[in-house]
């Protein structure tokens, strides 16, 4: 069965700290894998998107890393900002029956202090 | 350029009343989804749109809920008769092709159904 999860569930850190967010996906064939940080209210806004042969990309604090031998990936976020309190959510694309379909994390809610 | 437009942003209604969610893509997209987000869980797919066809819908609930897409561009999505269990925040995205163009999401309706 298709599945990203995602952890830890949710995190706590205080400003200008780092933290690393966790996906494994067991979702096959793979085609890419996403990071999107929604905002309380707000629909989600993609931050990066990897493929097969990527291992690293950045954006801005935002690095996320894939490892497709393992199905991992990770989105690292440094210095943090109490504006990056939001969830977090990994979603995979894979193709089934010649067509695609996008496979959601429940996400990790980051909570940063003051 | 104008985001992903949905109304109503909130809808209360009771039990075994209709309701109908409206989204307008940002112009030009042709790939058109609705998604269902329960609180704390990522987005489901309900159905996705190329143009006026849908071309998945094989996670809508097609007793109740019924969608369209006239003249491929804006899109409604209804449900009826509702019930407690729809309670949930339904988002709106678009994308210029489907595949591994970006998703952009609306602010989302959330529905209560008491």
């Known amino acids: 069965k298709n599945q990203v999860e995602q952890s830890p569930q949710s995190l706590i850190i205080l400003e200008g700290k780092n933290c690393t967010l966790q996906c494994n996906y067991t979702v096959s064939p793979f085609s890419n894998l996403r990071w999107y940080k929604q905002d309380t209210g707000r629909g989600p806004v993609s931050l990066t998107i990897?493929?097969?042969?990527?291992n690293t990309k950045s954006n801005g604090r935002y690095t996320a890393t894939l490892d497709a031998d393992t199905k991992q990936s990770s989105l690292h976020i440094t210095a943090s900002q109490l504006s990056d309190s939001a969830s977090y959510i990994c979603v995979v694309r894979g193709t089934t029956s010649g067509t695609y379909k996008y496979i959601f994390g429940t996400g990790t809610r980051l909570k940063v202090l003051a | 350029e104008a985001g992903v437009v949905q109304s109503p942003r909130y809808k209360i209604i009771e039990k075994k009343q209709p309701v109908a969610f409206w989204c307008n893509p940002i112009s030009g997209h042709n790939t058109l989804y609705w998604y269902r987000q329960n609180l704390g869980q990522g987005p489901e797919l309900l159905i996705r749109?190329?143009?006026?066809?849908?071309?998945?819908d094989s996670q809508l609930p097609k007793d109740r809920f019924s969608a369209e897409r006239l003249k491929g561009v804006d899109s409604t999505l209804k449900i009826q008769p509702a019930e407690l269990g729809d309670s949930a925040v339904y988002l709106c995205?678009?994308?210029?092709?489907?595949?591994?163009?970006?998703?952009?999401f609306g602010p989302g309706t959330r529905l209560t159904v008491l």
């Open positions: 749109y190329e143009n006026e066809e849908a071309v998945d």
């Open positions: 995205a678009s994308s210029l092709v489907g595949g591994a163009d970006t998703q952009y």
């Open positions: 990897m493929t097969f042969s990527e």
